[in-house]
């Protein structure tokens, strides 16, 4: 580490913290060693146990805090209880109502895993749709697979499809929108046999919350759709 970034990220802008020098490991002559070798081996062994021990850590501070923040909590419930100024059945009813609240501002915030639910096998998935896509790829140019959604854990387990790592885990785009499998200049995707199931059954025809088409029978596209992917409205 530098003693620039020493300065920027070290315990004196952030006295809780310990830092864990993040430096890569390097070789004798200051080169980063190639992954297939026994010293890039090891350089990505370090760096993952790094990665974990680092996670690790954060889980464990977090859940202490969260512990005594419950206990906080429920002593205060007991004491209000106690001296008969709240019901717990008043406490059940505005709970229910705060964690709906919660709950959904969690999920617009993008913080949370996001899985496909229900999950469908894909490799039995009864609902694939039928669209002639190789006669309509010169207009649609294959706007579908700008399409953000959440891969399965089938999906994960696999480990073919890859997902987004700052939003676990829906599937990865590149820089120009396109989901990372699709062959920028056919227009193919190169995991056809392992798309994940909203590929498979995703229809253009229909499909109202994803309107492609203008007029599909005339090959006229949506236009207001198309550019608000070229500008960037739908988060990726
Ligand atoms: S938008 Fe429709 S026609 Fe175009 S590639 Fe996707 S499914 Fe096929
Ligand atoms: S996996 Fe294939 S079909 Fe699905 S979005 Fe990516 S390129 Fe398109």
Redesign the pocket.
Same mark, same amino acid.
């Given at each position: 580490m530098s003693a620039q970034n020493s300065e920027t990220i070290g315990p004196a802008k952030y006295p809780g913290l310990k830092v864990i020098d993040p430096s890569p490991a390097v070789s004798a002559n200051g080169k980063m060693p190639s992954a297939n070798t026994a010293d890039g081996y090891e350089r990505l062994r370090q760096e993952t146990a790094r990665g974990l021990r680092y996670c690790h850590t954060r889980i464990n501070a977090n859940t202490s805090k969260s512990l005594e923040v419950a206990s906080f909590l429920y002593a205060l419930i007991e004491l209000l209880v106690e001296k008969g100024m709240l019901t717990l059945a008043e406490l059940d009813e505005r709970k229910q109502k705060v964690a709906e609240r919660l709950v959904q501002k969690f999920k617009d915030s993008g913080l949370g895993l996001m899985y496909q639910d229900p999950e469908h096998d894909k490799y039995t998935f009864a609902h694939e749709?039928h @669209? &002639? !896509?190789e006669n309509?790829?010169a207009a !649609?140019r294959?706007? !579908?697979?700008k399409f953000p959604f959440a891969l399965s854990q089938q999906d994960i387990e696999e480990g073919i499809i890859k997902w987004d790592f700052g939003r676990p885990y829906l599937i990865a785009h590149g820089d120009d929108g396109y989901c990372v499998h699709l062959d920028r200049e056919t #227009?193919e995707c190169t995991v056809r046999e392992h798309r994940p199931v909203p590929c498979r059954g #995703? &229809? !253009?025809r229909d499909n109202e919350r994803w309107k @492609?088409w203008e007029d599909f029978e005339g090959k006229i596209i949506n236009v207001e759709l198309q550019d608000s992917f070229e500008n960037g409205k739908h988060a990726r």
């Open positions: 749709s @669209v &002639d !896509c309509r790829i !649609c294959a706007m !579908c697979c #227009f #995703f &229809d !253009c @492609v």
